[in-house]
């Protein structure tokens, strides 16, 4: 696929508080991770009572009286921090707008490999009970109209084949819209996989054809633009994979179509979905995995906004692939893919606490392209050689968001805040040999971080109010892991696996006795 450089228009087929980071300085808790290139020290200041994640169980009651969780005796300092976590992360206070990607184009200098993008751009379309329901002209922002207006009009031929209904979503890179097809009787339509309920490709007479226009900007370098534009032409021919439709450019513009997917938005239903509905969406995303790591293709940003699920319908589609690459991309020798243990630094060896000022050795480089919360481990530990197992540790992410109820589970702020969110969860001696097999070191001297860390069934537990020894936090009984919840906690066991090379593939999720049909 290529896009003609001498024709004007061609066509081609929470509510948490964080942990504060500073420069290193004595006498205060740090976290460090060091390779070969020197360590890196960050100061951590826990909040008050070393409580560094605040939960609703941890505050004080309206007679002034302390929640079970601040109270119970027997709760460790490690167990506070992990129960913190698993319960301090509420969906109404967490702006996605908010959030960024890191991206891995254009580097310039010593620079890291890193740029920002929002996530608007990620969800082409919303489900409403009609697809025209929105659709008022008079209802239009007044902004949106002018900017559309403005499109058109440069772009040319484009108002012959489209017809712009509303600006659906926006991003760093690109913006998209909701078009309507003017001429999709014209043309192979094989791609629509009866979206509407038609057979055949063909619209039901008078019913518009919509489709989703993404339009990128020229601030997209073009090895960006045409990586997207060829992924997303060879992963053609699953049903979970949204597919290209035909895209164009003319001069500096470049537009892709795709279609549009109606779609419920992921907070309003993720604390409603049953244990038939949770196999449904894992089944459909775990498809679009296998489909695209079958092909060599990391996506890099799977996350709830990127993987299109109508719950009603029971169908998902995984989009947005400005982030990814093929598999071995600018891959380099790293421990993680051979098979001899790597070695730890000898525990004689005190860790460094900084590194020299003007330190001439070059800082280790890989790809730390994702969305905050969603990064896998190998992401954080800058490994050189990532592999799609990446995206099974974010899909993970999501599975524990659904069983937890709390979106987003992981909110950290930075890379250093991602690793001791983690290593509340699995505990430093699984921290310290995941960093191992990066060449990576892992220090904190965090007391509320334990050695061996928590179970997933204990973590879940506790995000929903419930106890590990079966009873709920308000006396009502019983309150274990259901039969099915169980097996749900063992995908997630799977997809949690911090070595890359043990962590599950798609088609082993798929085969798991959770999504086994």
Known sequence: MSLNASAPYTTTSTSKQHLSTTTAATNTPTSTTTSDSGPETVELQPTSDDQPFASDEEEEDDNGASSPAATDDHYTSAEHRARALASGSEADDYDEDADDDDDDHTVTGEEEEEDEEEEGASSPGAYSASEDEDDDPSQLDPAVAEEMDKFEATFKGFSRRFRLVNKIGEGTFSSVYKAEDLEYDL?????????????????????????????????????????????????????????????????????????????????????????????????????????????????????????????RRGRGVLVDFGLAEREGTDSQFCLCQHTTPPTTRPPTLAPSLGYPKHDSRPSRRANRAGTRGFRAPEVLFKCTSQTTKLDIWSAGVILLTILSRRFPFFNSSDDVDAMIEIATIFGKAKMKACAALHGCVFETSIATIGERGFTLEKIVLWATNRTANGSSRDGTGDQRLGREEAEAVELLRGCFELDPARRWGAQEALECVFLRE
């Open 187 to 311: 043309y192979d339509n094989s791609w629509d996989h009866s979206h509407t309920g038609s057979s055949g490709g063909r619209r039901a007479v008078g019913k518009p054809k919509y489709v989703a226009v993404k339009r990128i900007y020229v601030t997209s370098s073009p090895a960006r633009i045409q990586n997207e534009l060829e992924l997303l032409h060879d992963l053609s021919g699953c049903e979970s994979v949204v597919p290209l439709i035909t895209a164009f450019r003319c001069l500096d513009q470049v537009v892709a179509v795709l279609p549009y997917f109606k779609h419920v938005d992921f907070r309003e239903y993720f604390r409603e979905l049953s244990m038939v509905d949770i196999k449904c969406y894992f089944r459909n995303l775990f498809q679009a995995l296998r489909h695209v790591h079958n092909h060599g293709i990391i996506h890099r940003d799977i996350k709830p906004t990127n993987f299109l699920y109508d719950f």
